[in-house]
T-cell receptor
């Protein structure tokens, strides 16, 4: 079983729809949770960064973390064609020291297409 | 100018050839990473370096080697390329901080091994 599971999609939605992207994880030591967006032929770029359970909002994007269920989500409101990309969840142990220090574990990525 | 650059951007080579992928950064970060990306598998860590004197294997280091020539430069080598090393390769950097592991990625190198 992979430490981080993410439905690869692909997911196709009409413009204006609410999009929900999700990841589950098995390692309870993960403390920091990130969402990266990757456009075609580009490197991933950080979209959202959260620590601990709860919600974090940034414009049309909301990141949600539920540590008790080992489940994280990214919601996109009023989706736009420019949101079409691959979305990767990532998480890390954080903290100082240890063999996992500074390393990210990524989900497989979900391919999203928003059509006009 | 881009903060993290990779050369070459595309490379086609033959089985058995030695290949070097280069990464340079102007972000002043101490930590650098090499990943490969394959469809359906996400990003997998090959090697990482927390400073010039520190090199560590990631989850899939077999068949690869690295060199950290300076704080700003981190190269990945395939000593004898094989077809299943065909993939998209990314270099990334991050700050040396225990409170955040945000990584910044280069544009990638698309490698094809025939």
């Amino acid at each position: 079983q992979k430490e981080v599971e993410q439905d690869p999609g692909p997911l196709s939605v009409p413009e204006g729809a609410i999009v929900s992207l999700n990841c589950t994880y098995s390692n309870s030591a993960f403390q920091y949770f990130m969402w990266y967006r990757q456009y075609s032929r580009k490197g991933p770029e950080l979209l959202m960064y959260t620590y601990s359970s709860g919600n974090k909002e940034d414009g049309r994007f909301t990141a949600q973390v539920d540590k008790s269920s080992k489940y994280i989500s990214l919601f996109i409101r009023d989706s736009q064609p420019s949101d079409s990309a691959t979305y990767l969840c990532a998480m890390s142990h954080g903290g100082a020291g240890g063999t996992s220090y500074g390393k990210l574990t990524f989900g497989q990525g979900t391919i999203l297409t928003v059509h006009p | 100018d881009a903060d993290v650059t990779q050369t070459p951007r595309n490379r086609i080579t033959k089985t058995g050839k030695r290949i070097m992928l280069e990464c340079s950064q102007t972000k002043g970060h101490d930590r650098m990473y090499w990943y490969r990306q394959d469809p359906g598998l996400g990003l997998r860590l090959i090697y990482y370096s927390f400073d010039v004197k520190d090199i560590n294997k990631g989850e899939i280091s077999d068949g690869y080697s690295v060199s950290r020539q300076a704080q700003a430069k981190f190269s990945l080598s395939l000593e004898s390329a094989i077809p299943n090393q065909t993939a998209l390769y990314f270099c990334a950097t991050s700050l040396n901080s225990p409170s955040t592991d945000t990584q910044y990625f280069g544009p990638g190198t698309r490698l094809t091994v025939l």
